[in-house]
């Protein structure tokens, strides 16, 4: 089994058939045939079921497509990251979070990362879900900012900052709340809107205890953009980390109130066993840059290294791995 059996391989199942592979590859039709023969043969049973109307893999198949697809990523980011130390770095990096996360945090990363690499393209997700955790355990990315969560071994997770939630909605109307006002009982008997998928409920239940069935959420939304717009229009109050409403209370269209004994730790988690090369370095490194001058912002508390002592590590244990 060589990676060529395996591209070849992969072409065809994405393609849906021998003819369609052979178009895209530029290599006779037979030719392709020959090389599945040989990799069913090293494989030990058939991965397609030929048909009259075209192809489908076997669960032989299914398997050997999502390990070829792994393997292959992989073989790619070797070759990046190995042209990368040799010349001006190029490549993708690719990082997921949460909209919350997003909204504040990938504007001013792209802006610091891409002034030093101009030639490196960026992929960056908004994802609630799957997980970015999720999506970085199977290879989808190679870097997240989520909450570390001891179900993924396999990922090492570097604390950031502490975000504090708070309940909040628009100035006007009901108006602001009074100083003395406790945020987790302004989310009782009242709509709420939240984030599709969210993980907040059971730490909002233990919480609350017995309260937790005043809880009223009417909508529930992707992305940070939608939930304030709703929340604007007065469909309910909206629950979110207090640091992502900075501009909003400084132009005074929202108040916000504190949930006393509700935080969330962010944490930049990457794979144990998946180096991240020199341009992952370099961004992770832009990550800790950002979130340091995001640490001035209400509501967000910084932990762990010093961005310069944190990155001068990981070039270290680089030249190690690598």
């Given amino acids: 089994m060589d990676l060529r059996q395996l591209r070849y391989f992969v072409a065809i199942a994405e393609c849906g058939g021998f003819s369609a592979a052979s178009e895209v590859l530029h290599i006779a039709q037979s030719a392709l045939s020959r090389h599945v023969q040989n990799l069913e043969q090293e494989c030990g049973g058939p991965l397609f079921e030929r048909a009259s109307r075209g192809i489908q893999l076997t669960t032989a198949g299914l398997l050997l497509l999502d390990r070829a697809r792994r393997l292959l990523r992989e ?5 990046l990251d190995v042209q990368a130390e040799n010349e001006e770095p190029t490549g993708v990096v690719r990082i997921g979070t949460t909209p919350s996360v997003a909204e504040a945090l990938f504007t001013p990363l792209a802006v610091h990362f891409l002034n030093s690499f101009p030639k490196v393209r960026l992929e960056l997700v908004e994802t609630i879900k799957p997980d970015p955790s999720a999506l ?3 290879g989808d990315l190679d870097l997240a900012i989520s909450s570390p969560k001891e179900a993924y071994g396999s990922l090492h997770f570097e604390p950031l900052f502490i975000e504090q939630m708070c309940v909040f909605g628009p100035v006007g109307g009901e108006g602001p709340p009074t ?3 406790d945020g987790l009982g302004m989310l009782l008997d009242t709509p709420l809107v939240v984030p599709v998928g969210t993980g907040w409920m059971p730490k909002l239940g233990l919480l609350l ?6 809880l009223q959420v009417r909508l529930e939304v992707v992305g940070m953009t939608c ?3 709703m929340v ?3 469909l309910g109050r909206g629950i979110v980390p207090h640091w992502t409403l900075s501009r909003e209370l ?3 269209r929202f108040w916000a109130v504190p949930i006393k004994g509700f935080t969330q730790v962010r944490a930049l988690a990457r794979s144990r066993d998946r180096p991240i090369g020199r341009i992952g370095i370099e961004f992770a490194g832009a990550v800790r840059h950002v979130v340091r001058d995001m640490g001035k912002l209400d509501g967000i508390k910084l932990i762990g290294d010093d961005a310069a002592r944190a990155l001068a590590r990981d070039r270290t244990r680089a030249n190690i791995q690598m």
Wanted: hydrophobic share 35%; aromatic share 0%.
């Fill in 227 to 229: 939930m304030k717009q």
């Fill in 250 to 252: 400084a132009e005074k």
């Fill in 232 to 234: 604007a229009a007065g």
């Fill in 179 to 181: 100083p003395a006002q």
């Fill in 209 to 214: 205890g017995e309260r937790v069935s005043r």
């Fill in 136 to 138: 970085l355990s199977r």
């Fill in 75 to 79: 073989v790619d980011s070797i070759r």
